[in-house]
């Protein structure tokens, strides 16, 4: 008797035990938990621990409080001229009240996935192809301010909506294709146009520079020959006058030798008379000699015809009778 009531009182400390083990919970971070008592709502629980009562409480949902992203299927959209596309959407949500997003709907997802598809084809619906390709932005915010104001009463607040694909009808898909294609051509051309354009100017321009570059070139050469025969005459000026005045110098050095030798006033008339000679033999056309030296020259002839004739033919003056 001891044994049976020794384990069924084993048996109920351990029930006990795990009774009070499933009332504790604890609540982890971006995690909320609605509790219902008794089949009716008592409250959400944050994060922290926390207990219930048992058998009367119970965890009715645990609800994810971090942004979630939700992908629906590719849906079908006829635009304003009626031609029917498919647009796959993407939703960004987050729960803000999770007693709402508990009670506010059924199925919360299948919920916002129904309601963007309707949005969406009453958006599209107002659009013509060609707006509806070139407008992702402007359909983004209609349809996010429409999602976002339908399932505020549900708890949950939409952030963005993105429009993934947008998939024509094949036929529109390839008239699509040749016409990115003569546009890709045609820019082609352009950029090849303003190219040949910009190599053209630039081989002028580097003409131009060649000639400018020649013509200075030239310039600088004529310039420089000038210079050289420019200096080239300066040279053979101060050659010419440096000669000159060695000549002048040299023949002062030689009056003044005789004139410090005692020679008399003859004899330096004759050396003047000699450098006229040597004056005469250079390139000089006209040389003007003094009257002095004149009478000399003439003295200096006469003296050479008596030096050539030795015996000159005299003869003897008539006598004279008184």
Same mark, same amino acid.
């Given at each position: 008797m001891n044994i049976v009531g020794n384990v069924f009182l084993v048996i109920l400390i351990i029930l006990v035990i795990y009774i009070v083990v499933s009332c504790v919970r604890i609540v982890p971070q971006a995690q909320a938990y609605v509790i219902e008592r008794l089949g009716a709502y008592n409250g959400t629980w944050s994060v922290g621990l926390h207990f219930k009562v048992p058998f009367i409480d119970r965890v009715a949902r645990k609800v994810l409080l971090k942004e979630q992203v939700v992908d629906f299927a590719p849906q079908p959209v006829i635009t304003k001229d009626n031609v029917t596309m498919r647009i796959?959407?993407?939703?960004?949500?987050?729960i803000t009240d999770p007693k709402l997003y508990a009670y506010g709907v059924d199925n919360p997802i299948m919920a916002i996935e129904n309601l963007t598809a309707t949005t969406l084809r009453?958006?599209?619906g107002d659009l013509e192809l060609d &707006?509806?390709?070139?407008?992702?932005?402007?359909?983004?915010?209609?349809?996010? &301010?429409t999602l976002d104001e339908a399932t505020d009463p549900w708890g949950i607040k939409v952030n963005r909506v993105e429009l993934k694909n947008i998939i024509p009808p094949a036929e529109i898909q390839n008239a699509m294709e040749k016409q990115m294609k003569a546009e890709r051509e045609r820019r082609e051309a352009i950029l090849r146009a303003e190219g040949e354009k910009k190599s053209s100017i630039l081989i002028a321009e580097g003409h131009k520079e060649s000639m400018i570059l020649e013509a200075e070139a030239e310039k600088e050469a004529a310039i420089l020959n000038a210079e050289a025969k420019k200096e080239a005459t300066i040279r053979e000026a101060e050659g010419q006058a440096e000669a000159i005045l060695k000549v002048q110098q040299a023949t002062a050095d030689g009056l003044r030798a005789i004139k410090e030798a005692g020679a008399d006033e003859a004899v330096i008339k004759l050396k003047s008379l000699e450098a006229f000679e040597k004056a005469a033999d250079g390139r000089a056309t006209k040389i003007i000699v003094p009257s002095e030296i004149q009478g000399l020259a003439g003295l200096v002839s006469s003296i050479k015809e008596v030096a050539v004739d030795p015996k000159p033919d005299v003869k003897a003056a008539p006598k004279l009778e008184k």
């Open positions: 796959d959407t993407v939703v960004y949500y987050q009453n958006i599209i &707006a509806t390709l070139t407008s992702r932005e402007t359909i983004n915010t209609k349809m996010r &301010a």
